[in-house]
């Protein structure tokens, strides 16, 4: 059983995914069933897991593929950090869809693509060695393709092709450090982190480089970052699942693989990575969020907004603190759920009032109350003010940054809360108390679209409310740095 | 899973609000949910009253919440909970008019801070209940959307972010160095730069001169009710964080030039204003700068701050409410009766002889030097002068007029009145070492008479000088040229010089990035090109 439960995990979003491709357009009760299915019993395989793996119990399973190339997978608390935060997420997100779509068309192409996504993220959570790892990040860059792509049109057209043309050059120069890296030092699994002592400093260097271009376009980092404010022309459900779960977190989490995992804290430090890597997420956080600020599009601002957030995970995971490393962590899941509410809500407005300018928010807030009130929510955790989650992403950013000895770094959080409510109160302002338009006409009878959004901003209120407590992120995130990191 | 250990009654001041606030969400209740707020802040004042020495914890709340009552803490929870309760009942006539649910929740939520930050005992509890009190505050303010209501919040909000951010950063500087959460310890290692921030932070709140500027804007601007909680409560939750972290001595000279100017510069400035919140909103700046200056003396001055507080938010409470009660006055004895009871609570605060005002500035006097003592009187002359302005510009516009139920209308700020003038009394044994018998010497009624005698003359003088002077200047109009009708948080902060200059910087700063990111973007290679840079280096290397 505990060997096979990692596989299970994967079938889980793959099995139906591969069924909905064959399936008929019309076929809208039983994909959708299938998927929900899916979503709900990968969900319960987790809650179960959850509750294993606390109590000290770890699976690992190995499927050869060919002589020599072996997929490893391991459920670790960090694997199954992430993996609950895209089951959870991708349940919500299918519930969303499955309303946000319709009776339009393509939509087992869609879904087919979607759940392979899914799965994608699955493997890149569960992967146990940088190959199996590598392998599903290269199937997550072309699963995503098509989702972007999805309405056909000439802008999705050509945010896809940037994303490609972002994604592939990096996806080589990941694959050059894979192999480069392996070649000194044999097969690199995350339990058992390569010896690096004899390895020249220089090259490692260069390859520590290689590695975060390679991870770090899907996490968009500056410069790399172009592509995410584009792929904005894909449909809501997919923005939102690309911005909080799959592309850009998958990018985080390789980061974070790779300093605790592959390089581990001690050569990073030695090697002086971590401080250029930490400088590297700090103008990453400032710049998306000056870049936010000039934007009139909702969905737009959101982006940027996406990628001056993620770093925060990355500069967590560079200030090689524990408690910058769990205020990262965390942040994994609390950006996951406060972006996630966003998109939801920037759909929403789209949906049923055919907003999609910033401008176009103006006194939405009393005619659609609970979108309004979950984006509200979730842009002041975004912000960082208490009680919502972001606010514990800060204070443990904040002391982490002081244990590493970058007090620097507390300047970017605070410039950074400052900025995040320079672009987001305004918006909260026209929501709420801005004159409405007279042509524009808003509703809320669609249950299945603002519900996930509600079930997501109460994730984001609960995990600030009960950071403490040992079920919420933060404890998970020490519970991670605890056991895999500490001793 | 414990939910908490201690005594329950410190979580349940604080929760308690929080539900009510959530039953004035409900659908049913939301026209009528002003009328909940007088019972919000009673388990606070059964707590005040009643004393708690345990620790409460919630250890599964926020980072781990910590509670407990400090003998200064129980005083101002005392004063809060008393005045939230008493401004909630001249909130009642409200109920049913719009937005009155907004006003309700946002008040809950408000004074659920303000609470909170009285009770906290470590950092992050204190930080999200000065977070709570700040930012919910600023619903208070814009509630009437006027203008100048909206313009007024617009100023605040940006203000109070930086002050939270300024807070936010000096805590965490102050919880590394000293390892622990608990606001003692952290006091006791504090280095001068947070000590610095903290000072900004809670001088902000506090009305500490130059970072007031917001005060005379926002209390004004808020419903009566409102304004007198922000006057006599919220600016307190500044005080106490002073009270609460800043070692003995830190800053002390700045603190006390800094509270001396304001004790003074406000009082009078306040005498260029026509507007009655506008003149209480100046004295308290004047009031808070004065306490701040106490704290700044330290020794036993400072132990008795928060008992002069305590004076303060009651008096100031009540003169606010006073306002609301006069607008509503119809009949020419009832603005009588009103400007009677705002007299004598001037008359305290002031330190008039035997008022509770009095007992104030003789507990304080007690700690400091002989030319400290001078000052004060000094500053009790400054105070009667802007208090009989006040009571002047009470008398000017008429009102509305003739608001039903009048009289119990004037028993909330009477009451309020009457807490200011007694209270003290009932304490004075416990914050001060003299008998009662030495309030009662002729010295030291002199001592509390001569200044608001001396003001006389003064006040006199400016009432004939503004029968020949042309109306008053407006306060917007004071302070600087703002730019009007401001939609963003962003905008609109920025006296018409600096606003032009900003925004041309703005402007091409924003600009640059702008074509920075835009060449980035259409550099379609920029994809390609960095991993080709990075492969050019290592073969170089190799």
């Known amino acids: 059983m505990t060997a096979i439960l990692p596989v299970l995990l994967l079938l889980t979003s793959l099995l139906p995914a591969t069924i909905t491709f064959f399936l008929d357009q019309d076929r809208f009760r039983l994909r959708n069933t299938l998927n929900l299915g899916g979503a709900i019993v990968k969900v319960g395989l987790i809650v179960m897991m959850l509750l294993a793996v606390a109590g000290g119990a770890s699976y690992e399973t190995s499927i050869p593929l060919a002589p020599g190339l072996v997929v490893l997978l391991q459920i670790d608390t960090l694997a199954l950090m992430f993996v609950s935060l895209s089951a959870f997420l991708w349940l919500l997100t299918t519930v969303y869809a499955i309303a946000y779509f319709g ?13 392979l996504c899914v799965a994608s993220t699955t493997g890149i959570a569960l992967s146990g060695s940088l190959i199996s790892f590598f392998i599903f990040f290269e199937l997550l860059t072309l699963t995503t393709w098509p989702l972007v792509a999805h309405k056909q049109d000439r802008a999705s057209l050509r945010a896809a092709r940037i ?30 982190p390569p010896d690096l002592s004899q390895v020249d400093p220089v090259t490692l260097r260069v390859i520590f480089a290689m590695f975060i271009i390679g991870v770090g376009m899907k996490a968009a980092i500056v410069p790399l970052h172009g592509w995410l404010p584009a792929a904005m022309a894909a449909p809501a459900p997919v923005s939102a699942l690309l911005h909080a779960v799959a592309v850009v977190k998958a990018g985080a989490f390789g980061v974070i693989r790779l300093v605790y995992d592959v390089f581990g804290v001690e050569r990073m430090t030695a090697l002086g990575l971590g401080l250029p890597l930490a400088v590297l997420a700090s103008v990453t956080i400032l710049w998306g969020s000056i870049r936010a600020l ?17 770093s925060y995970i990355i500069l967590g995971a560079a200030l090689a603190s524990p408690m910058g490393l769990i205020g990262g962590l965390a942040h994994l899941v609390h950006q996951g759920l406060m972006k996630i509410t966003l998109f939801f809500c920037a759909g929403i407005y789209d949906e049923r009032a055919g907003v999609r300018a910033i401008a176009g928010l103006n006194g939405l807030g009393p005619r659609m109350p609970w979108t309004s009130t979950c984006f509200s929510l979730a842009a002041i955790g975004m912000i960082g003010l208490p009680p919502l989650a972001g606010f514990v992403t800060k204070i443990y950013l904040g002391l982490g940054s002081l244990q590493a000895g970058a007090p620097w770094v507390l300047a970017v959080l605070a410039a950074s809360t400052l900025l995040n409510a320079a672009y987001f109160l305004p918006m909260l302002y026209r929501l709420w108390f801005a004159d409405p338009a007279p042509e524009v006409a808003g509703d809320e009878a669609a249950p299945a679209l603002v519900a996930p959004a509600v079930i997501a901003a109460m994730g984001a209120l609960g995990a600030g409310m009960l950071a403490a407590s040992g079920v919420s992120p933060l404890g998970w995130a020490t519970l991670i740095v605890e056991r895999e990191v500490a001793p | 899973m414990i939910l908490w250990t201690g005594p329950l009654l410190p979580l349940a001041a604080l929760v308690w609000p929080l539900l009510l606030a959530a039953l004035t969400a409900l659908p049913g209740l939301r026209a009528q949910g002003v009328r909940l707020l007088p019972i919000a802040p009673l388990p606070a004042l059964w707590l005040a009253l009643a004393g708690a020495e345990e620790v409460t914890t919630a250890p599964d709340l926020l980072l781990g919440v910590t509670l407990r009552l400090t003998e200064g803490g129980r005083l101002l929870l005392g004063m809060a909970a008393a005045l939230w309760c008493l401004a909630g009942l001249a909130a009642r006539p409200m109920a049913g008019k719009p937005n009155a649910a907004l006003f309700a929740g946002f008040w809950l939520l408000t004074l659920t801070g303000n609470l909170g930050v009285f009770l906290a005992r470590d950092i992050v509890t204190f930080y999200v209940a000065f977070a709570a009190v700040s930012l919910a505050a600023w619903f208070l303010i814009v509630h009437d959307r006027t203008p100048r209501a909206l313009h007024a919040g617009s100023v605040y909000i940006v203000i109070a972010l930086a002050g939270e951010v300024a807070l936010l950063v000096g ?3 102050g919880a590394d160095a000293a390892g622990s959460m608990v606001i003692a310890e952290v006091r006791a290692v ?21 970072l007031h500027v917001w005060l005379p804007l926002a209390h004004p601007a808020a419903p009566v009710p409102a304004s007198a909680v922000l006057s006599g409560a919220i600016v307190k939750a500044g005080l106490f964080g002073l009270i609460l972290f800043l070692p003995e001595g830190a800053f002390g000279p700045v603190l006390v030039g800094l509270g001396l100017a304001g004790a003074f510069g406000a009082a009078l400035w306040g005498l260029t204003q026509a507007n009655a919140k506008v003149v209480l909103a100046y004295s308290t700046i004047s009031q808070m700068g004065l306490m701040i200056g106490l704290i700044g003396a330290g020794g036993a001055a400072r132990e008795a701050v928060p008992y002069f507080a305590l004076h303060h938010g009651f008096a100031k409470g009540a003169l606010f409410l006073c306002v609301g009660v006069m607008l509503a006055a119809g009949a020419r004895w009832q603005r009588l009766a009103c400007l009677t009871v705002a007299g004598i609570v001037a008359a305290s605060v002031a330190g008039f002889p035997l008022t509770g005002g009095a007992l104030a500035k003789a507990a304080v006097k007690d700690g400091l030097p002989e030319i400290a003592v001078t000052v004060l009187s000094l500053t009790s002359v400054t105070t009667s002068l802007i208090l009989i302005w006040f009571l002047v510009t009470l008398c000017g516009p008429e009102g509305s007029g003739a608001a039903s139920r009048w009289t119990p209308r004037l028993m909330v700020p009477a009451l309020a009145g009457v807490l200011a003038l007694a209270v003290p009394w009932g304490l004075w044994p416990v914050w001060s070492d003299h008998e009662a018998a030495y309030l009662l010497t002729p010295a030291t009624m002199w001592d509390a ?21 042309r109306p008053l200047r407006d306060i917007l109009r004071d302070i600087g040229r703002w730019r009007p009708g401001s939609t963003g948080l962003s905008e609109g902060f920025a006296p018409a010089a600096w606003a032009a ?7 091409a700063l924003l600009g640059a990035t702008g074509r920075l990111e835009g060449a980035l973007i259409r550099w379609r290679v920029s994809g390609l090109l960095i991993p080709v840079v990075v492969l050019a280096i290592f073969a170089l290397l190799a």
């Open chain 1, 103 to 115: 009776r339009k068309r393509e939509q087992s192409r869609f879904f087919g693509f979607f759940g």
């Open chain 1, 163 to 192: 994303y490609l043309l972002y994604a592939l050059p990096c996806s080589v120069v990941l694959l050059i450090a894979i192999v480069w890296l392996k070649g000194i030092t044999g097969p690199i699994l995350f339990t058992d």
């Open chain 1, 294 to 310: 000039q934007q009139t599009e909702i969905k737009k601002r959101l982006a940027f907004s996406t990628v001056s957030q993620v």
């Open chain 2, 171 to 173: 805590l965490i500087l």
């Open chain 2, 190 to 210: 504090l280095d001068p730069l947070p000590l610095a921030l903290l000072v900004i932070g809670f001088g902000i709140k506090a009305g500490l001169v130059p």
């Open chain 2, 449 to 469: 008479l001569w200044p608001v005698v001396a003001a006389l003359p003064f006040a006199l003088a400016r009432l004939l000088w503004h029968r020949k002077s």
């Open chain 2, 501 to 507: 200059r900003g925004e041309a910087l703005s402007a």
